[in-house]
């Protein structure tokens, strides 16, 4: 049976070495599953107290994909065997675990280089995001495309969200939208664009490389290699930035009814806008009020304060009907037919909603509260 990830040391100068960690599951396009998780975390922890490791190489298998997202289907799963709330401990590990390794890459200690080509979805975001050093290609094609199943931008995405110019997070995590290198780098996803090409000139350098004791060094010295190898007269045509006037007058509304009314209003011959206003239309009602709320409350929060607020939300979602149902309908049954809660968003009740960000934990002790 094939590792599901790989784990290497790379020789480096000074006797040091570069942690190599290669999702392995390329045939469903390295999607993150709770074992790779937990063999993620508990390698970067190895690595951490490692002197010798002087930065870790972050990459997924094959050509298609870093990651393409989290395995959501295995939680449908087990809520359609046992019932939502009979389920709820399994779900907790699921997405505790990840938000407890995606928090880890936020705040390593050592340069974390994310080699982000081809589908980077969800989850694959999640690791990507916190990574020091993001590195996107021209065959870089993101999304956080929660909308579809009834979840929400979660592992992280309140933070990067948020942090993205004007309103454009809250324009990509109600549409779904998909967008490239270019887009990445303007929205602060990526820091630097590599050809696909360059990969292994760029390990190579980074073998030959005069390492240090220090890792602010050490980061200098991986962004002196990838600088060298960026190519940006190649970037491949951007949407977000070419849209970005349209994208702050339509995501400009006090409400998420505000704001998804003028999204679907949208009359364009661009391909890219039509798929993110059909993308919106055909989504889950449920799950605009969870993005626009999430961005809204999330604003002044502190990272560990985002992830304890989503592991309550994605409890929720698991424990009300639209998320697994959502899974179903898009990755098992496929019949691309949701019957969600609601026929539209201004059918949502408020209180609904609210629901989605109440603590389910009897004595309302969140298990992230150790973050820091």
């Not at 590599?194 to 390990?203: M, N, R, W």
């Not at 009359?267 to 055909?282: F, I, N």
Request: proline share 5%; aromatic share 8%; with cysteine.
């Amino acid at each position: 049976m094939t590792d599901s990830v790989v784990f290497e040391l790379l020789a480096a100068g000074n006797g040091k070495s570069i942690g190599l960690a290669t999702l392995n599951v390329e045939k469903k396009l390295n999607s993150l599953t709770q074992d790779m998780v937990a063999l993620l975390d508990a390698r970067l922890i190895e690595w951490e107290r490692d002197a010798s490791v002087v930065c870790v190489w972050l990459q997924g298998a094959g050509e298609k994909a870093f990651c393409a997202g989290g395995d959501v289907r295995c939680l449908r799963d087990k809520i359609a065997e046992v019932g939502p709330q009979q389920a709820q401990p399994f779900v907790q590990a699921f997405f505790e675990n990840e938000y407890r390794l995606d928090y880890r890459i936020h705040r390593y200690p050592k340069p974390i280089i994310c080699w982000g080509h081809g589908i980077i979805m969800g989850g694959g975001i999640g690791l990507m995001s916190g990574a020091s050093h993001r590195v996107v290609t021209e065959t870089s094609r993101m999304a956080m495309p929660e909308i579809t199943i009834g979840l929400y931008p979660d592992v992280g995405g309140t933070w990067f969200l948020n942090h993205a110019p004007g309103r454009t997070g809250l324009f990509l995590g109600l549409t779904g939208a998909n967008f490239n290198a270019a887009d990445a780098l303007f929205v602060g996803m990526a820091d630097r664009f590599v050809p696909s090409a360059s990969k292994q000139a760029v390990l190579e350098l980074l073998q030959q490389q005069v390492w240090s004791d220090s890792a602010v060094d050490n980061a200098a010295i991986v962004s002196s290699v990838l600088r060298q190898h960026e190519a940006l007269d190649q970037l491949p045509k951007g949407n977000v930035r070419e849209h970005y006037d349209l994208i702050q007058a339509v995501t400009d509304g006090d409400s998420a009814v505000q704001v998804v009314e003028k999204i679907s209003a949208i009359v364009s011959e661009e391909k890219w806008l039509q798929k993110a206003v059909a993308t919106l239309k055909a989504g889950c009602p449920t799950t605009a009020h969870l993005v626009f709320e999430q961005l809204q409350r999330g604003k002044k929060l502190s990272l560990p304060q985002v992830f304890q607020m989503e592991l309550i939300m994605s409890l929720q979602c698991a424990l009300h009907p639209d998320f697994p149902e959502g899974v179903r309908a898009l990755l098992v049954d496929k019949d691309g037919a949701p019957n969600w809660q609601h026929a539209s968003v201004a059918a949502v009740d408020p209180q609904w909603v609210e629901q989605h960000f109440q603590p389910p934990w009897a004595d309302g002790n969140n298990p992230l509260s150790d973050l820091a």
